[in-house]
Nanobody, 122 residues
Framework: QVQLVESGGGLVQPGGSLTLSCRAS????????MSWYRQAPGKERELVAT????????NYADSVKGRFSISRDNAQNTVYLQMNSLKPEDTAVYYC???????????????WGQGTLITVSS
């Protein structure tokens, strides 16, 4: 079955760095756009960053531009999120997402990881 397994979360001080990893299994990884989302307490889930199938297009939320970097390794079926200059407002559960677009939206296929908590606090 399909699994997206995130790792690398934890507690970090403001200004610190963390790298999240998400390893996929059960899918043809290179055919999926990969994204990181996050959900802070009491807030809706928001898109953080997206990298397309072969990494040519990378989109970031305005709140993380210049601080976060998404990348992927198709040989390892893994997507990464390098997070620098972390702020308390980055505290959230971070989710890995895999999405493959069909000819129409009803044929889209999407999978989610279980999430990993990042707490930015002194």
């Amino acid at each position: 079955q399909v699994q997206l397994v995130e790792s690398g979360g934890g507690l970090v001080q403001p200004g610190g760095s963390l790298t999240l990893s998400c390893r996929a299994s059960g899918i043809t990884f290179s055919t999926y756009d990969m994204s990181w989302y996050r959900q802070a307490p009491g807030k809706e889930r928001e898109l953080v960053a997206t990298v397309t199938q072969i990494g040519y297009t990378i989109n970031y939320a305005d709140s993380v531009k210049g601080r976060f970097s998404i990348s992927r390794d198709n040989a390892q079926n893994t997507v990464y999120l390098q997070m620098n200059s972390l702020k308390p407002e980055d505290t959230a559960v971070y989710y890995c997402n895999a999405k493959r677009y069909g000819l129409s939206s009803k044929y889209d296929v999407e999978f989610w990881g279980q999430g990993t908590l990042i707490t930015v606090s002194s």
